[in-house]
């Protein structure tokens, strides 16, 4: 598995987060005994002295038959190609942003923290992406985990902000553009802003001033602006295509998955119980129930 902002975990919490996930994803591997997913067909490739993780994200980009420019339905494109994504609900945003990892179905699934703003979702997208065409597959297990990280990094740039449009467009960036170009893209101002310097389209003086401006504004940690992103539909369906098609019901859906019928709900398709405010993190967070026997 590779996490982002594993570090700030503590021990019990990881433990508590891959249990989590393990359970789920034995779930996801039991409905898949019964529904097929669309194959997954997205080539490994591997960093090497004459392939940066940029030029891999660009020919990913291709493969994919992605039109230069952003990306709309990000969730749907990589369901399409047989990644399921699951957005956890509950989680911290400041500890856990996202992991991949292969089911015992061999199906990529990236566990996403769905608490988070989607401009930041669609990076960890991007990034978590990268670890499943670079790493996940990759028979080098010497290479260190900081060194896969920066590998992450550059390929979810260059796939959600690819060089050659973005030179013309980020050229001669201006603060009062950021909004704008938020909107297009659809991803953080800070994202860009961080993206236009590194391609050279403003100056490091300019990069300083936006990002101070940006604090000034409280921009740093929460950004005005919202950024669309489609939802998980993978593993919702195959929850109802068991209620419908195969005629279970939640009882039986529970009793065959080990869950609690509301963690079903919640866990499974995605949706959020009123009444109940259930944190990923019992050893971080209070579980708050009003409704009480």
């Not at 960093?47 to 030029?55: I, K, M």
């Not at 504004?217 to 489609?230: C, F, I, M, S, T």
């Amino acid at each position: 598995m590779f996490y982002r902002k594993r570090q700030s975990l503590r021990a019990k919490d990881l433990t508590f987060l891959e249990s989590k996930i393990t359970i789920l994803g034995h779930c996801i591997d039991e409905m898949q005994e019964s529904i097929e997913l669309p194959e997954f067909r997205i080539p490994h490739c591997e960093v090497s002295p004459d392939l940066a993780a940029d030029e891999i994200a660009f020919r990913i980009r291709t493969w994919l038959r992605i039109a230069p420019g952003p990306i709309d339905n990000f969730v749907s494109l990589l369901e399409k190609n047989g990644i399921v994504v699951v957005f956890l609900f509950g989680v911290d945003s400041d500890k856990f942003d996202g992991v991949s990892a292969f089911n015992q179905s061999n199906t990529p699934i990236m566990w996403i923290n769905g608490s988070m703003p989607n401009d930041r979702k669609r990076f960890t997208l991007a990034h978590e992406l990268g670890h499943i065409v670079m790493h996940l597959r990759s028979e080098d297990f010497d290479k260190p985990e900081e060194e896969k990280e920066k590998e992450a990094n550059l390929f979810a740039a260059e796939f959600l902000l690819p060089k050659i449009p973005c030179r013309e467009d980020l050229h001669a960036l201006r603060y009062k553009d950021l909004a704008l170009k938020k909107m297009y893209w659809k991803v953080s101002k800070a994202f860009i802003v961080q993206r236009a310097g590194q391609l050279g389209c403003i100056t490091d003086k300019t990069k300083k001033y936006f990002f101070v401006t940006l604090g000034r504004n409280g921009e740093r940690k929460k950004e005005a602006g919202l950024v669309y992103l489609d939802t998980p539909q993978a593993v919702r369906k195959m929850v109802d295509l068991h209620l419908t098609e195969l005629g279970y019901s939640y009882t039986e859906l529970s009793e065959m998955m080990g869950l609690l019928e509301k963690d079903i709900h919640r866990d499974l398709r995605g949706e959020r119980y009123p009444t109940n405010k259930i944190f990923l993190f019992p050893s971080t967070f209070a579980t708050e129930q009003s409704n009480k026997e």
